[in-house]
């Protein structure tokens, strides 16, 4: 799944989802907690969170725009080549990384999954 915002302003509250969230800030800043430390997300930041990790996005003043994928753990297992069941394959020390090099990596697949599958490559 892949999911884009604009101009985002909502406080989102603690909650969690069942894939991977792998997300591209593209505009403005939002503030991301987890486990009761707060990381800055800005533009050309990554967004990295496991599954059923407890988190908070704030936006800052004039909110945030952003691109999220959310693989589920079957396709992180397919795209490593990691066969089986068990733990989850990734965990994340810190849930934003800036990396401008992956951050456009993952703005690529977001917008080659939204083009449709006729046009991923």
């Not at 297992?77 to 068990?86: P, Q, T």
Request: charged share 15%; hydrophobic share 45%; no cysteine.
């Amino acid at each position: 799944m892949a999911l884009a915002g604009h101009g985002f302003e909502t406080r989102l509250p603690p909650h969690v989802h069942s894939a991977y969230v792998l997300g591209v800030v593209d505009q403005g800043s939002v503030w991301v907690t987890v486990d009761r430390s707060s990381y800055l997300a800005v533009a050309g930041s990554v967004i990295l969170i496991a599954p059923f990790v407890v988190h908070t996005e704030l936006p800052e003043a004039g909110g945030w725009s952003f691109r999220y994928l959310y693989p589920s753990e079957a396709v992180v297992r397919a795209a490593l080549g990691i066969h089986g069941n068990g733990r989850r394959v990734l965990d994340f020390a810190h849930p934003v990384l800036h990396s401008p090099a992956i951050a456009a990596a993952i703005a690529r697949v977001h917008d080659s999954v939204r083009q449709g599958p006729n046009e991923v490559r």
